[in-house]
């Protein structure tokens, strides 16, 4: 590594190394500002007169060395571009131990990273402040000056010092409280394990916390603003049941001493895993099950057991640099869906897994997608990794590992891992020595052509008089260069009376594979959880259309359905043939296949001509309100949750797209009977607001917003602002809009902005207002938002649109994301070549 560090300009040089901060935070809420003091411990590598570390908007002042003697700083300079100081001495540092003390102050910034304010409105309306962080992937060094890059691992000692009304914590356990003469107290905290600085927090506000459940002698807390502990039980249980499990499943002790989850009102993120001290928006912690739809309690479990699991893949064991970011978001993506289906198994959660990943096939297919590992140089290169790739296919691509190798296998080797390499750096070679380690299966060499390249294969399936013959090929929308991969495939297939399952490693280019005889039928990628495509030839095509009910299981539907539409997008089907699969699965019941059902159709309904788009409302009024005659309007004691959510998603899309008079009947007496607190089933609750918003007028936009700020739980709040974005007049969508971009939170209004532009008649209206307003929006919202807020884009499928859109962005590039952009804008370029294709042949 050492060569590549001196190389690149944005790493720090290795003649002093940290081994422990020791550091004093006084943050002033009303002030909006803080100071500080850290003593850092070192380790000099070589003789030195110079100390570079990293700093950003800081001030810092009195800085000293001590190796023998406490030594003044001759001078203080800053590179603002490099976010570094540097501090020379008027002696020489020799190898061996020394401390650096320095003192600073800053500003608790509004731009929700590193040491940040955040704002809450208490019940006699007084705005509220609490100082919080986010220092993920490079900000700690906003809070302190520090060695921010993640191999640089030290221990952290934090001390704050606070009003005596707030209340304040840390990564580490309370180890003192002391009154001070001004009216203050002084709060020190443990010392951590050895880690990286991205993982230290510290929070100051009127908060409080639940009181604190022993999971095997750690203490779990949810901490909230005063009035929301109602909303705190549900976390609760989920986070002992995640704490729990992952202990029993690394088969290691959790590295802390105790674990606070913290509900903060701005998070630009969705959660942070900082050791001890895990950080969330609210609407992924505080909520109340009687209110929350089955989508809002899943996400719930699956964020706080993503962030606990993060507690050894990541904090335990990290990453050496930025471009392994995947080895841990993937691994903690694996692990949330494992967790939750060991919580909740009637949720059938990796079934769910499968319609999630579909975002990152969507995005793999591109010629502009990237490997899931890339070379990282600037923190800007660093922030485009927290991306769909990272996350949902690194997930995927391990989840196909897993029931490649088989579970046992994969656990040890994952044990071996974590062990082999605690409180130490890795990088993804690490990772596939210890799984070989665990299954003499040669892994390095498989994985390899997965994590390192982009893309993904589409295998083509044929029937032989001996079984199939199997050949892989890139898939892309558009062309793409051609790539292989070691392809672990699980095959299912009928033959004679004989149902048999076959593993094979497809290294090469095709493959004939014997099953003993002619299959009547088979299935490749059993199971559904390979990340590539399949495509069957027109024999084996036609009897699993027919079989596909009683022979094929929910995830290998909702592949056959998501495969088939992937053909169209990339032009190898016409339309026809995915609409007459659809309607053969007229009777499916499982909740995955009908969201890619659904989805698809809407897709085809967004491109298509006014013809095409009168065909496709009945089509999808037609197909759900027949599933809801079978499934039942009313919710049955003990049907299964999701059972629950299908009923929902049906009624939705036939009240909004499908524009069917009596769901949008139906809707408005559940929304009457939910206002005057009647017992009202919150799925359907949910999908009635929606449902009512496509048909509102200028009392349901007036009544929808009040909700929305009297909103009593963060699900709620958010579920108004989503469905405002289903009003049709145009006056009532640009008020929408208006109160998008002045009013709601800024770690909301992005995504909101972003969905706008895929409203099915007006997002032109809301690319209006990012393409006029861009500047002040680009200052006002979080960095890391601004590239997920322009991905509603894609939906702008008119050629002319299109190109306006491409002539901006050609003026007006996005540093922070210009690889996501580009994604953005060949994803457009799709579906204009889609509207080309189908867009007036589906009403013919």
Not at 639 to 663: I, M, N, W, Y
Request: hydrophobic share 40%; with cysteine; net charge negative.
């Amino acid at each position: 590594m050492r060569p590549v560090i001196e190389t690149n300009p944005h790493r720090l040089p290795r003649t002093v190394l940290p081994n422990h901060y020791a550091l004093e935070l006084e943050p002033d809420l009303a002030q909006s500002s803080f100071q500080g003091q850290v003593i850092i411990d070192l380790e000099v590598v070589e003789e030195t007169d110079t100390i570079v570390l990293n700093a950003a908007e800081l001030s810092i002042k009195d800085v000293q060395v001590e190796q023998g003697a406490l030594v003044q700083a001759s001078s203080i300079s800053f590179d603002e571009d490099l976010e570094r100081a540097t501090f020379a001495f008027p002696v020489v540092l020799q190898p061996g131990p020394a401390k650096l003390l320095c003192s600073f102050t800053g500003t608790l910034n509004d731009k929700l990273r590193g040491f940040y304010r955040s704002t809450w409105t208490d019940e006699e309306g007084a705005e509220k402040v609490i100082a919080t962080t986010q220092f993920e992937s490079t900000n700690a060094r906003r809070a302190f000056p520090c060695f921010d890059e993640p191999d640089l691992k030290a221990s952290f000692g934090v001390t704050l010092r606070v009003d005596r009304s707030l209340m304040a914590i840390s990564c580490g356990e309370l180890v003192s409280s002391t009154d001070l003469a001004d009216g203050r107290r002084e709060d020190h905290f443990a010392d951590t394990m050895v880690m990286s600085t991205y993982l230290v927090a510290f929070i100051v506000g009127e908060l409080e916390a639940t009181e604190a459940v022993d999971v095997d002698g750690v203490p779990l807390r949810i901490v909230h603003v005063p009035g929301k502990g109602d909303l705190t039980q549900f976390a609760l249980e989920a986070g002992e049941f995640s704490l729990r499990w992952l202990v029993e499943y690394y088969d290691i002790p959790y590295p802390a001493g105790k674990l606070d989850l913290v509900a903060v009102p701005d998070f630009a993120f969705g959660a942070m895993e900082n050791l001890g001290c895990v950080t969330f928006r609210e609407t992924l912690l505080l909520a109340d099950p009687q209110r929350s739809t089955q989508t809002e309690m899943t996400r719930i479990v699956d964020v706080i057991a993503h962030e606990i699991a993060h507690m050894w893949f990541g904090n335990l064991v990290t990453m050496d640099w930025w471009n392994g970011i995947w080895l841990k978001e993937a691994f903690a993506t694996f692990m949330q869906v494992a967790t939750t289906d060991a919580f909740r198994p009637q949720w059938r959660r990796w079934d769910g897994f499968c319609v999630e990943r579909g975002a990152a096939f969507d995005t793999d297919s591109l010629a502009s997608t990237r490997p899931i590992e890339f070379e990282v140089i600037s923190p800007e290169d660093a922030e485009a990794m927290y991306d769909i790739l990272t996350y949902e296919k690194g997930a995927a691509v391990v989840r196909m590992l897993e029931q490649f190798l088989g579970s046992s296998q994969f656990r040890s080797g994952v044990k071996h891992y974590l062990t082999s390499h605690s409180y130490a750096n890795t990088t993804t070679t690490d990772l596939w020595d210890s799984l070989e380690h665990a299954s003499g299966v040669p892994v390095r060499a498989a994985m390899d052509t997965w994590i390192f390249q982009g893309g993904h294969p589409v295998v083509a399936v044929e029937a032989t008089p001996e079984g199939i013959s199997v050949k892989q090929s890139r898939f892309g929308y558009s062309s793409v260069d051609p790539a292989s991969w070691h392809i672990p495939i699980i095959i299912r297939a009928q033959v004679g009376s004989e149902q048999i399952e076959k593993r094979v490693l497809l290294e090469g280019s095709q493959e004939e594979i014997d099953l003993g005889g002619t299959p009547q039928w088979a299935v490749v990628n059993a199971g559904g959880h390979g990340f590539y495509r399949v495509t069957y030839g027109e024999d084996l095509l036609g009897a699993l259309s027919k079989r596909a009910l009683d022979v094929l299981s929910p995830s290998e539907r909702y592949g056959l359905v998501d495969d088939t539409w992937s053909s169209v997008l990339a032009g190898e089907i016409d339309a026809e043939t995915h609409l007459s699969l659809v309607t053969s699965l007229a009777a499916e019941t499982d909740l995955a296949v009908w969201q890619r059902i659904l989805s698809s159709l809407e897709h085809l309904y967004s491109v298509a001509d006014e013809q095409g788009r009168s065909r496709l409302q009945v089509l999808i009024r037609d197909l759900s309100t027949t599933a809801l005659g079978v499934l039942g309007l009313e919710p049955i004691d003990g049907e299964p949750d999701l059972d629950r959510e299908l009923r929902a998603l049906l009624f939705a899309s036939a009240g909004t797209t499908g524009a069917d008079k009596s769901a949008r009947d139906l809707a408005h007496q559940i929304f009457t009977d939910s206002k005057a607190g009647k017992d009202t089933e919150p799925n359907l609750t949910a999908a009635a607001v929606r449902v009512i918003a496509a048909a509102g007028d200028d009392s349901v936009h007036s009544e929808l917003v009040s909700l929305y700020r009297q909103a009593p739980t963060p699900q709620l709040e958010v579920r108004y602002l989503m469905a405002l974005l289903e009003l049709e007049q145009v006056h009532l969508f640009e008020q929408t809009l208006e109160l998008f971009t002045s009013e709601v939170r800024t770690q909301n209004a992005p995504y909101l902005l972003g969905a706008a532009m895929a409203h099915r008649n007006h997002g032109y209206l809301a690319w209006q207002v990012v393409r006029d307003r861009w500047e002040e929006l680009n200052k006002k919202f979080p960095q890391n938002s601004i590239p997920r807020m322009v991905g509603g884009i894609r939906s702008l499928s008119t050629p002319v649109v299109a190109e306006e859109i491409r002539s901006f962005f050609a003026q007006h590039p996005i540093p922070q994301g210009q690889l996501t952009l580009e994604q953005h804008l060949e994803k457009m370029n799709v579906n204009v070549e889609l509207r080309a294709r189908e867009g007036s042949r589906i009403g013919g």
